[in-house]
């Protein structure tokens, strides 16, 4: 996805003053630690139902309704925040699935080599050339629109991220002297993958899953845009853009920035929070 | 300390050099006072985190941040190097001194025929023909023992040894005044290391330059060199010629040093090891740096940092015990 | 209490896929061609040679670390040449090494206590609390004192000695009673050798040990063995006694070594042996005598025949057609 690409080309010019990968990450938090908030407490904060009609179509945002209303009347203050829950719960879920599938698959295979990581990895490989979207899409398509089908395609799609990062970390961690140690005093091959492998694997995975989050979250969005993700009434960032889309041209704006501007937010929370877990977790040397 | 008379090639006044670090201030090189001639070879010796590098480097301003040269001079045919211009030192390094490091590997470009290197080393700094430059340079690798096939090769399709041949005739390719070898022989085997060091000594005599060759290993510098120098948590313990030095050390450390090594020669003598680690830089031992692990230890070496006194004729100790 | 029989192991080259797709013909590094040596219980044989000539591949080999490719390993009269998984297993009770970078041989992520101490779980000797006063034990004998203090500390924080002797302890620790050292102090500094040294002869005397000391640095060879055996090129071309081969170096290249090795002291003036060449690949090892492409005293014979050992006396043999006499090579040393 070009977006997280151009955010992290403006974070990591900015990286090098001292301090402020702590801010990114802080900022990350807070950012990912308000919409997590605002998932949870939806029922207490909304203060409508996002799938009733509250009031006229389309009027814009004024003290009763913050954000406006969509086409239907809607009030899109309510539809964000119960979006949020969604959004949330489908990026998380599909992640923490691709990742437990990933990881083990990942270190399984770089641990063992020879013909089976190389099957494996041609599986992946194959899978990982294709652009998130594009798969995305495809297995959208096949399985059908809903919830859950939007989750397996992004689980899907993702499962080859964390295996070919795993796998590489893997690979070099192998190579290193305390691993043949650690056969030399005997230990068992999983016992060498799960106390000495991996531990040394786990820094580089956080960063990864943010930054992973990040992508997915434009992904599903992307998926509810053309319409193959999540189906209404449902609100969903990602439909609601889509939904405010032909507005846009007669300038009433609000039905689509509003869910466009969340999906940036989230997106850029993630980010920063993986961005800056990435510096501080593996600094930069130093010119020593 | 003292002036310069016309037969100094280089003399170091109480040289400091720092790293600024996000753990605090490191005191590589903290006060070192130095001189040789011309024509000398000097051995600077030491451990890791001594300090020994971190000189040799900064002589040719080519100590990296966050280190930088805090306090001193470094003077060298009458001019202060710490106070030129990138400029002028850039004319300076490669040619009226010039450096060798460790790994050979590192410091040659891959993609460049080892020839070639000395080739446009020469014509970077003079103003010759090519054809006048390729002459030199065959003759060059032949003085170093590389036969003259081997002109057209690549870095990797040579041996270690050989390599490191390279970089000895790239730093002599323009008859420095001064070459500063860091460790130029660690990375080899005992084999290659003689041949490295016999040819040492034999270009000492055809090019008469001074050398500072930088090593742990007292051993090499009793090979190679007329002078040594042993430095200490960043300071010069000891400065004195090869012979006295070996006959009898002056400084604890150096004595202690010596008695810590094998020596093939000798038969089993229990080999005496020093107590403690070695310090700290950023923040050192009060007084006397060595006085945590040293023997003589007195009151007085743990409050004031004993002074350079010279114990002989050009044999210099910073000691107390030498301290009348 | 170890016998290794003609020993070999050829790593194949590396190839691409062209070479691969368009020649069937392989060539082997050979890295040990043939080694033949036996380790008497509690002895300390040194295992000398500059890089390439094997010696690390033949620590691995006997520790069964890497597969030979061939010829014999007999561990306390039992082959284990080919042995394998659970058996293997177990015998790493018996059989331990102490690698030669203290800054990459413990896990970074594990505390020492940890560490030291996972032997004794992958063994099932001890756990627990058990468990923990061994490792205090261990910790104490190798001299990382107070051992509260490094059993709960990582890697990073101790030193490069202290690291070393963390690794010690934890090849101790299941009491074993062969342990290859290889290199163990070549990254240690200078002033701190000495001291690691005495603590491995200390703890030999202590545990009954029989070490397998690989090392390049002749001086410190002489300084801890009893036995050693001089390698090029893959093959052992001197095998004696210390005192035998220190004193009565008999094979060209061992006399080479030792006029090499630099001495601390300025006013020695000995006569040399200067090797010419390099030495070869080990993918195509020179015929007859491995040495004879550098040996200034090759004669017609060394080019054809590969020589076998000849027995200089009861614990002294030699691999070379014509061997230096014990007058003359008292020039070189």
Known sequence: MLFPNIISFILRRLKFKKGVKYYFTFAGFIIIASFISMALLAPYIAPYNPIKKAGDPLESP???????????????????IYGTRIVLRVTLISMVLSFLVGVPIGLLSGYAGGKLDSIISLFMDSLYAFPGLVLAIALAVMLGPGEISMGISLT????????????GETLSVKE?????AAKAIGAKDRTVMFKYIFPNIIPSLPIVLSLNAADAVLTAAALSFIGLGITAPTPDWGFDLRMGYPYLTSK???PSTFPGLMIVLLTLGFSLFGEGLTEILNPRLVRK | MIAMNRNNLLSLENLKVYFYTEEGVVKAV?????????????????????????????????????????????????????RLSENEMRKIRGRRISMIFQDPMTSLNPLMKVGDHIVETIMTHEKILREEAIERARLLLEDVGILPERFNDYPHQLSGGMRQRVMIALALALKPDLVIADEPTSALDVIVQYQILELMRKLKQTYNMGLILITHDVSVVAEVADRIAVMYAGQLVEYSDVNSFFNKPLHPYSE??????????????????????PPNLIDPPRGCRFHTRCPYAENRCSEVEPQTVEFERRRFVKCFKYLR | MIQVKDLKKYFPVQRGLLERVLSRKVDYIKAVDGVSFEIKKKEIFSLVGESGCGKTTTGRLILRLIDPTSGTIIFKGRDITFLRGEELRRLRKTMQIIFQDPYASLNPRMKIGDAVGHPLEIHGIAEGQEKKRIVFETLKKVGLEPPEKFYNAYPHELSGGQRQRAAIARAIIVNPEFIVADEPISMIDVSLRSKLLELMKQLQEELELTYLFITHDLAVSKYISDKVAIMYLGGIVELG????????????????????????????KRKRIDLKGEVPSPINPPSGCRFHTRCPFKEKMCEIEKPYFIKISEDHFVACHKPFSLNINQHYI
């Open chain 1, 62 to 80: 004024s003290f009763k309704f913050p954000m406006g209303t969509d086409g239907l009347g809607r009030d899109i203050l309510s539809r964000i």
């Open chain 1, 156 to 167: 899907v799609v993702y499962i080859p991220t964390y295996f070919r990062m795993v796998r």
């Open chain 1, 176 to 180: 290193n002297l305390f691993v043949e």
């Open chain 1, 252 to 254: 009433i704006w609000w």
């Open chain 2, 30 to 82: 903290d006060g070192v006072n130095f001189i040789m001639d011309k024509g000398e070879t000097v051995g600077l010796v030491g451990e890791s985190g001594s300090g020994k590098t971190t000189l040799g480097l900064s002589i040719l301003r080519l100590v990296p941040p966050p280190g930088r040269i805090v306090e001193g001079r470094v003077l060298f045919d009458g001019m202060d190097l710490t």
């Open chain 2, 256 to 277: 202690a040093l010596l008695e810590s090594i094998p020596n093939i020669q000798l038969s089993d003598k229990k080999l005496k090891y020093i107590a403690g680690a």
């Open chain 3, 241 to 268: 006694s210390k005192k035998e081969i220190f004193s009565n170096p008999s094979h060209p290249y061992t006399i080479a070594l030792l006029s090499a090795v630099p001495v601390p002291d300025p006013s020695v």
